[in-house]
């Protein structure tokens, strides 16, 4: 497709259970970003890469959080141990400019929506 | 502390009616960025403003940046049930990724 495509829209995961979501950006777009949207929230910023260099990992909540992009192309974020303050909508965005503040000429998937009970 | 405030938080009026959303924030931003963000999807850009003072129209809605760079709204002319959604405010400090206020969740009844 067109657009940045996430997978999988929903997950339910038990507590303490490990998750990965997948983010497939447009094709040749250097950044990529993920945020996190809690209910009745703004998204708020967790990760950036430009290429396969993480950047920034400035908003990452906890150690349990992890994102990777090993070849500058599809990225994943990975929840270990979940917890139930990580119930939230996991957002993607790239970006055919570099830098941090490339996202302002992002595109954005769908999300994620974690449920995590 | 909330780095981009955004009024009203919910907000239902009916077809044909007129409306302001605030963006207010303590900080210059260097660049402000409204998003449309529906159920289900990920925000839409609407509008990129840089300039203090600046105006932008996109049909019936008209963005301004106040002349600080530190405020910002959005008017919507006879609002149509299709402009339901999330209003969302973004700004960049600095070298900064984006940050979001909470957003306007705007509710248009035909």
């Known amino acids: 497709g067109a657009g940045v495509s996430q997978s999988p829209r929903y997950k339910v995961a038990k507590r303490g259970q490990d998750v990965a979501l997948r983010c497939d950006p447009i094709?040749?777009?250097?950044?990529l970003f993920w945020y996190q949207q809690a209910l009745g929230q703004g998204p708020e910023f967790l990760t950036y890469f430009q290429n396969e260099a993480q950047l920034d990992k400035s908003g990452l909540p906890s150690d349990r959080f992890f994102a990777e992009r090993p070849e500058g192309s599809v990225s994943t974020l990975k929840i270990q141990r979940t917890q139930q303050e990580d119930s939230a909508v996991y957002l993607c965005?790239?970006?055919?400019?570099?830098?941090?503040?490339?996202?302002?000429?992002?595109?954005f998937g769908q999300g994620t929506r974690l449920t995590v009970v | 502390t909330q780095l981009l405030e955004q009024s009203p938080q919910f907000l239902s009026i009916q077809e044909g009616e007129n409306l302001t959303v605030y963006c207010n924030s303590s900080s210059v931003f260097s660049s402000l960025q409204w998003y449309r963000q529906e159920p289900g999807e990920g925000p839409v850009l609407l509008v990129t403003v840089v300039t203090g003072g600046e105006v932008k129209k996109l049909k019936r809605l008209t963005f301004q940046f106040g002349d600080a760079r530190k405020d910002s709204s959005l008017h919507i002319t006879a609002a149509q049930p299709g402009d339901t959604g999330l209003y969302l405010c973004a700004g960049v400090v600095g070298n900064t990724p984006l940050v979001f206020g909470k957003g306007t969740r705007l509710s248009v009844i035909a």
């Open positions: 965005a790239s970006s055919l400019v570099q830098g941090a503040t490339a996202v302002t000429e992002a595109f």
């Open positions: 094709s040749g777009h250097v950044s």
